[in-house]
């Protein structure tokens, strides 16, 4: 299980060569239905902190829809 700074770090890397990238595509993980879940929380903690420094931008078109995450550059 990655940490939440490396967490941070990750998503950071990704947007820097991506620029737009998808919050599910991301956060996709394998493995047991209960490490999935804190992939998929650590990976939303990060993405809050990251939104919070002003480093990405976050939009949500529909209820329950996808992340879609841009670096702000």
């Known amino acids: 299980m990655l940490s939440l700074e490396e967490m941070i770090e990750r998503l ?3 947007l820097s060569s991506a620029l737009r990238l998808s ?3 991301f956060s996709k993980t394998k ?3 209960s490490e999935v879940r804190q992939g998929i929380i ?3 903690l990060a993405l809050l902190e990251l ?3 002003g480093v ?3 939009n949500q078109e529909h209820k329950y829809g996808d992340i ?4 702000k550059v």
Not at 68 to 71: F, P, V, W
């Open 12 to 14: 950071s890397a990704r």
């Open 23 to 25: 919050f599910r595509e």
């Open 31 to 33: 493995g047991e239905a």
């Open 42 to 44: 650590v990976s939303f």
């Open 51 to 53: 939104v919070k420094q």
């Open 56 to 58: 990405v931008k976050a």
């Open 68 to 71: 879609t995450l841009e670096a």
